[in-house]
């Protein structure tokens, strides 16, 4: 499987953006699609995962700003971001865990098996 992410870029707090994550090579339907995102001098964190159950789960410091979903028929997993925050300046990575598994904790950076290039949030104050 191979994953872009995309959609990234510069705007100002209270914005919005969605990020995209293309897959080619496989199709994500059956797969569980993870987003996390890493800024400058921090380590990677979860943001957002959509299992291949359908089942969503979120990091609490986006709960009610930004939503995961998919989109089978483009095979194509997005992250809508809105009320964007200075602290929401990241470069943020999509992956995808292809094991179907219901048990994988989905916050773990080492669940996934594959990750595509990031793309860079830049939220001015």
């Known amino acids: 499987v191979q994953l872009q992410a995309s959609g990234g870029g510069l705007v100002q707090a209270g914005g919005s953006l969605r990020l995209s994550c293309a897959a080619s090579?496989?199709?994500?339907?059956?797969?569980?699609l993870g987003w996390f995102r890493q800024a400058p001098g921090k380590e990677r964190e979860f943001v957002a995962a959509?299992?291949?159950?359908?089942?969503?789960y979120y990091a609490d410091f986006v709960k009610g700003r930004f939503t995961i979903s998919r989109d089978n028929a483009l095979n194509t997993v997005y992250l809508q971001m809105n009320s964007l925050k200075p602290e929401d300046t990241a470069v943020y990575y999509c992956?995808?865990?292809?094991?179907?598994?219901?048990?994988?904790?989905?916050?773990?950076?080492?669940?996934?098996?594959?990750w595509g290039r990031g793309t860079l949030v830049t939220v001015s104050s």
């Open positions: 992956a995808a865990d292809t094991s179907r598994s219901n048990i994988k904790n989905l916050s773990w950076d080492i669940t996934y098996d594959y």
């Open positions: 090579g496989r199709t994500l339907t059956s797969y569980t």
């Open positions: 959509l299992r291949w159950t359908g089942t969503t």
